[in-house]
């Protein structure tokens, strides 16, 4: 009876459903970057925004905090704001050339992805 006072881990969530089954997000980040070919893909977008163009990073083989402090350096390169969601960085605007240029100059196999 004191074991299970004392095992007060979650199993269940209304947002993830069984947490036993969950795998650590580290080991989903990744297959995800498996999957990218190893190259980190610099795109335009302007589906869903109103038509204003965004440019987005994907592929980005960095932790959280890594990904945080490059989308750091981006925006201020760019003069733009900007975001990190779910492992993808968003700036604001069209500044693909830019983005190319310093993910090359720090060593990532950067490509324009899309059309």
Do not use: F, N
């Amino acid at each position: 009876m004191a074991k299970r006072a004392r095992d007060t881990r979650v199993v269940w969530s209304s947002d993830e459903g069984d947490l036993r089954k969950a795998r650590p997000a580290g080991v989903t980040r990744a297959r995800e970057l498996e999957r990218a070919g190893g190259r980190v893909q610099v795109r335009r977008e302007t589906s869903g925004r109103r038509g204003k163009a965004v440019t987005t990073v994907a592929g980005v083989p960095l932790d959280d905090d890594g990904l945080r402090d490059l989308a750091g350096r981006l925006k201020k390169r760019c003069g733009v704001g900007g975001s990190v969601k779910d492992g993808v960085i968003e700036l604001q605007g069209d500044h693909r050339d830019a983005v190319l240029e310093v993910l090359k100059a720090d060593g990532y196999d950067a490509v324009l992805a899309g059309g």
